[in-house]
């Protein structure tokens, strides 16, 4: 078993074979979040919990393996009203540590998508600032992340819908594939691409 509950996490495979778990929920009643973290062992059939925490409390945020083995963490929420974050971080594997990033993204964004695009950038898309029941409302933003320049910059171009926990898959031809999520609390069934031209 893990070594902590979690739900609203995220696993991301690293490159020498152990899965990172960060953050999440221990509880679903509370809503708060948690900046724990372990790795799974899949030689060992073992969760270990890390001594190093990550350096701000998040769920439903973002993880991404870059090209130089190294983990970028992104937004999420950090209290149980749910408001989207803008902070990241990055996580070493050789070290084992967490480093809070300098550079913010430039919303905040929780339940949203981030994609390592075959140049080495990441795409953030989506998501949304507040996860209240009364102030739900999705976004149509999306940013890239240049993990050389360690920056994040606004697109000018908008999604075709404001979308938060919708689903993003990078296709063979390099564009990324964006489905589903919800949009002020209405579950969606339509889909787009996002494509550099």
Aim: proline share 5%.
């Amino acid at each position: 078993t893990m070594t902590t509950p979690r739900g609203f996490h995220t696993a991301t495979l690293l490159p020498n074979g152990l899965v990172l778990l960060t953050g999440g929920i221990i509880n679903s009643s509370s809503l708060v979040a948690v900046d724990t973290t372990e790795v799974y062992d899949p030689t060992a059939n073992t969760f270990t919990a890390l001594s190093a925490t990550m350096t701000s409390l998040r769920n439903q945020h973002t993880t991404t393996l870059l090209p130089n083995g190294q983990v970028l963490i992104a937004g999420g929420s950090n209290n149980g009203n749910g408001d989207g974050l803008y902070t990241a971080e990055l996580y070493n594997p050789a070290t084992q540590t967490f480093t809070a990033l300098t550079a913010t993204m430039t919303t905040p964004r929780g339940g949203h998508t981030a994609t390592l695009l075959p140049n080495g950038q990441v795409l953030v898309t989506g998501g949304t600032v507040s996860f209240s029941v009364n102030n739900f409302t999705a976004l149509n933003t999306a940013e890239l992340y240049d993990p050389v320049s360690n920056t994040f910059t606004a697109l000018t171009a908008t999604m075709t819908t404001p979308r938060c926990c919708q689903r993003a898959t990078l296709l063979p031809n390099g564009r990324v594939l964006l489905t589903g999520g919800g949009s002020t609390l209405t579950v969606l069934n339509t889909a787009e691409v996002y494509g550099i031209q």
